[in-house]
């Protein structure tokens, strides 16, 4: 089975541009989870999606949104993006989600904003 | 306040030691994920724990409910397994996700 895949796998963007990344999970998972990685504030979690319903959201400004579509895949949306921005964003799929069972990640995308 | 909290932040050891990577958490959970992070970001999950222990090679993981706390130990350590250790929880009431600061582990050969 393929893994988890992130595309792209590297974005440099300038203050108050909007970027989309594209997350393609393990076939057959239904779940996926976005996470946010910096080195000030290690990891944190962003949102879960299941059968394309946004099923539980972290603390995160609203200029943080995400989707899910019909094929599991999943896509996130950053507005006005904001020097912070900076950071890894992860993917993770699973089957049933909910962290009750294990967390496939992707190899994330680096986004630097200038 | 974290409500997840690991120690040691770092450490380094001989090969062949025998480590203890420990997290203390302070919500109710549903689970407890245990995560390996290797330079260049790529992560994996190691355990997932709702109760007891689990092993895996030469991993083992255990967790005590009522005090709140987990322990991964790595027997026989070898250089490969350098890498961050990250503990992460979900949380049994709105399903949030937290995560420990991880533990950065060297393995001296």
């Known amino acids: 089975k393929a893994g988890v895949t992130q595309t792209p796998r590297y974005l440099i963007k300038t203050r108050g541009q909007q970027v989309t990344l594209s997350c393609s999970p393990i076939s057959g998972h239904r779940s996926v989870s976005w996470y946010q990685q910096t080195p000030g504030q290690g990891l944190q979690f962003l949102f879960e999606y299941f059968s394309e319903t946004q099923r539980n959201k972290g603390n995160f400004p609203g200029r943080f949104s995400g989707r899910q579509f019909s094929n599991s895949r999943s896509e996130m949306n950053v507005s006005t993006l904001e020097l912070g921005d900076s950071a890894l964003y992860l993917c993770?799929?699973?089957?049933?989600?909910?962290?009750?069972?294990?967390?496939?990640f992707g190899p994330g995308t680096r986004l630097t904003v200038l | 306040k974290n409500e997840v909290e690991q120690s040691p932040q770092n450490l380094t050891a001989q090969e062949g030691e025998f480590i203890t990577i420990n997290c203390s958490y302070s919500?109710?959970?549903?689970?407890l994920h245990w995560l390996q992070q290797h330079p260049g970001g790529g992560i994996v999950s190691l355990f997932m724990l709702s109760s007891g222990k689990k092993k895996h090679g030469r991993l083992i993981a255990t967790i005590n409910i009522q005090e709140k706390h987990s322990s991964l130990h790595i027997t026989a350590s070898h250089p490969r397994d350098s890498a961050v250790y990250i503990c992460?929880?979900?949380?049994?009431?709105?399903?949030?996700?937290?995560f420990g600061t991880g533990t950065s582990l060297t393995v001296i050969p």
């Open positions: 992460a929880v979900r949380r049994d009431t709105g399903n949030q996700f937290y």
């Open positions: 993770a799929s699973s089957q049933q989600g909910y962290g009750t069972d294990t967390q496939y």
């Open positions: 919500v109710g959970i549903s689970a």
